[in-house]
């Protein structure tokens, strides 16, 4: 079980890595990219697996952490569903929702790391 646990970890920090390094490969000329989206979704759903596997592991957890994580996950998701049907669209994504899917993805890292 460990394992897997481990497995989810590594897919949730490449999802990570999709929305922040799109973002700032992107500064220059802010938008958002349809693999933003899918690594939102894969943070989305290793993150949710990690809490179900939390109590099988008799891990201690702190759920008022991952209850703001996932908030903050959650709005991630949506806004860059947003900016992916804009994308495909060939419609114009405001710098704004750029930022908003790169900064709040980049707020969530934070919280992971540097909140003990």
Do not use: C
């Amino acid at each position: 079980m460990n394992i897997v646990y481990n497995i989810m970890v590594f897919l949730h920090i490449v999802g990570a890595a999709m929305i922040v390094g799109i973002w700032i490969g992107n500064m220059k000329k802010p938008t958002v990219h349809p693999r933003q989206f899918d690594g939102a979704a894969l943070q989305l759903l290793t993150g949710i697996a990690m809490m179900g596997l939390i109590p099988a592991l008799d891990m201690d957890a702190n759920y008022f952490k991952l209850g703001i994580k996932f908030a903050i996950g959650l709005a991630v998701g949506v806004l860059a569903f947003i900016g992916r049907r804009k994308y495909k669209k060939d419609e114009p994504v405001s710098a704004g929702l750029a930022h908003a899917v790169g900064g709040l993805a980049l707020l969530n890292i934070g919280i992971a790391t540097l909140w003990q």
